[in-house]
């Protein structure tokens, strides 16, 4: 889950409408195909859901299996979607990136990465990485964001992730909730995971345990929250976790505190959420990505890879 993006500017339907005119005539594949990136495109999902129909707490994070597949679609036929591998690789010095590299990821572990993403991904030969909150996927019990909404709505999550510490932990103990093997918006369960991390276009990285906001965090639960997360899931997938995305990921939500400790846990890279390319030469530790939400379709997509992203903001 990231900060709440900002309110969509003025005449958005009418700029819509001339990008999917745009897109319709194939100018975006057209100008794409003449285009290099200033970095890699990395892209920030969190669930898939089926449909428009099937609704969940922060809605607009979860992209449906319809707008994902157009962006797997788009990537594929106008960019080059790059593994994690492929960018390890690049900052190594030791492979060149193929033009307009663009790398998928996923923060949270919903099951819908598995049952929605993957298909879609694999249809496409997609590569992506998982950056999964160990609690919620072991214990089998909901993210204390979705709990919290369901409960007492969006405006009471964006509150207590900014509250203090030890507050936020008493509230998250409290509104604990199991997840019901059946309910379409849970984590994957342990099985789910290492279902994903089987799969040759998936690499698994960490996001915390239970997802706190890691700058509000005494340093010692910050070091707990990060090295028993790496623990875990390489014990899970018996597989070495090398990637890390911190919990809502701006600039606001860790301090220089935090990127140590994920260095020190052993982490070689590390994603945020501020909104830009990421250079190879970049702090391997603050990688930057682009949020994707459900209103940005292959449309949208497009005209952001060619225009908005490469300004000071993010959105047009
Ligand atoms: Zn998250």
């Known amino acids: 889950m990231p900060t709440p993006q900002p309110p969509e500017p003025p005449f958005q339907g009418i700029r819509r409408a001339a990008k999917e005119v745009l897109f319709a005539v194939g100018y975006y594949r ?4 003449q285009f290099d990136f200033p970095g890699v495109a990395i892209l920030c999902y969190h669930g898939v859901r089926e449909s428009r129909e099937e609704t969940a707490p922060f809605n607009e994070l979860h992209v449906t299996r319809e707008t994902f597949e157009g962006h797997c679609r788009l990537l594929s036929e106008s960019c080059n979607p790059i593994s994690l591998d492929d960018l390890r690789a690049a900052r190594a010095g030791t ?3 193929p033009e307009r590299p663009a790398l ?5 572990g919903y099951r819908g990465v598995l049952d929605y993403a993957l298909p879609a991904l694999e249809r496409y030969h997609v590569p992506a990485v998982v950056l999964a909150c160990t ?3 072991f214990d089998r019990r909901h993210f204390w964001f979705d709990a919290l909404c369901r409960r007492d709505g969006e405006d009471a999550v964006l509150e207590a992730r900014g509250a203090p510490f030890a507050e936020w932990s008493d509230l998250v103990h409290a509104i604990d909730a199991p997840a019901a093997v059946t309910d379409r ?7 789910e995971l290492r279902q994903l991390a089987a799969s040759p276009l998936i690499e698994i990285g960490g996001h915390t345990m239970s997802h706190p906001t890691l700058a509000l965090a005494p340093l010692d639960e910050q070091r707990r929250q990060i090295a028993a997360c790496r623990t875990l899931l390489q014990e899970a997938i018996n597989a070495p976790i090398q ?15 935090t990127v140590a400790i994920v260095r020190e846990a052993g982490f070689a890279l590390a994603f945020t959420t501020v909104p830009s390319f990421a250079a190879l030469d ?5 990688i930057p990505r682009f949020v994707m939400l459900d209103s940005v379709n292959d449309v949208e997509l497009a ?14």
């Open 30 to 33: 057209q100008r794409l195909k």
């Open 282 to 286: 970049g702090d391997p530790h603050q």
């Open 243 to 257: 990637s890390f995305a911190y919990p809502y990921g701006s600039r606001a939500d860790y301090t220089t505190d």
């Open 95 to 97: 492979r060149a990136l």
């Open 303 to 316: 005209h952001r890879l060619l225009h908005s992203w490469h300004g000071a903001g993010e959105t047009v």
């Open 135 to 137: 609690g919620p996927v």
């Open 104 to 108: 998928i990821t996923f923060d949270d």
């Open 185 to 191: 918006h849970r984590p994957l369960t342990p099985e």
